[in-house]
């Protein structure tokens, strides 16, 4: 639903993080200033400025201005992935019947466990799934890795939506973006739909493929593709594929767990997560660490007699 000034963020087409998004609505009147990603013109000048203090490993920021048409182009797209969903729907899919979490669960992980070949029959349950359980932060985000498998404009459209919604609340959020394996198979829809992205595919194979440098541990990354685990983190790997640290995450918020003490805190959620892992069929993994060994320390004590020491000094 829309207004000629608002626009009302259709829930059931979004996935974690945005699944708890409390904003309802969007301007469509007013512009967005954003910051992106750009080559820093120093280092570009020169070839021994690395780490110039002014950028971050060649790579600094400019903002833009997004202006409203692009915002309203999420009424067309919307309009698209609802005349998509009627296709499948008109097909009489079999839609699924869990009511339970647990089985649910269970049976989304299976789907990125087997990576299988998927058809478009699952791709109608999972949209079906996410109406129902979008409020539940470990099933939407198990969804939305779920639909990286499938190639159909519908998934294409999905993330266009997400992408623009983003910048509607002035974050820049192109990695799930261009990192669906069949984006340049749909890539013309932006330009049937005449929308001007504020980042090319090429600026972001150039500008956003830099990793943090700390990462966390490996054992939060899984990628059906790759042996487990992994040695190398790529950015995608990073942003994109499965991540056990944030499943754990979706799980305690779902479970409204919280913590008094930090310690705790990461201790539990790294056994959650663990737990996790050892649902997806990964055994723990023991790393070989030498135990320190700690050096007596020899210290002389002298005990003393307090009664006599009491004695010595009223004489």
Known sequence: MYSINNYTINKSLIFYPLNGLEQHTISLKNNRLIAVNKECEICKGDIYA??????SAGIGEKFLTIMPLTFRKLILIENNILDELKLLDDKKYKFLDKKNLNDLIKYLQNILIKRKKVDYNLLAQLIDLNKKWYKCNEI??????????????????LKLYELIVNLALSNVCPRNFYYYDFYKKYEFLTKEFQISLPISLNEFKKLYENIPDYVGSFLNFYSGKKSYPLKIISAKNYYYDLNF???????????????????????????????????????????????????KLEINLNVIDLNERRNNVQK
């Open 50 to 55: 690395y780490e110039c203090g002014q950028c």
């Open 140 to 157: 939407s985000y198990y969804i939305s890795k779920c639909i990286n498998l499938i190639d159909h404009k519908l998934v294409f459209l």
């Open 245 to 295: 640290e944030t499943i754990a995450e979706c799980r305690s918020m779902d479970s409204k767990i919280s913590y008094l003490n930090t310690k705790i805190e990461i201790k539990l959620t790294r056994n959650l997560r663990d737990k996790i892992r050892a649902e997806f069929g990964l055994k723990k993994i023991n790393l070989k660490k030498e135990k320190i060994k700690i050096p």
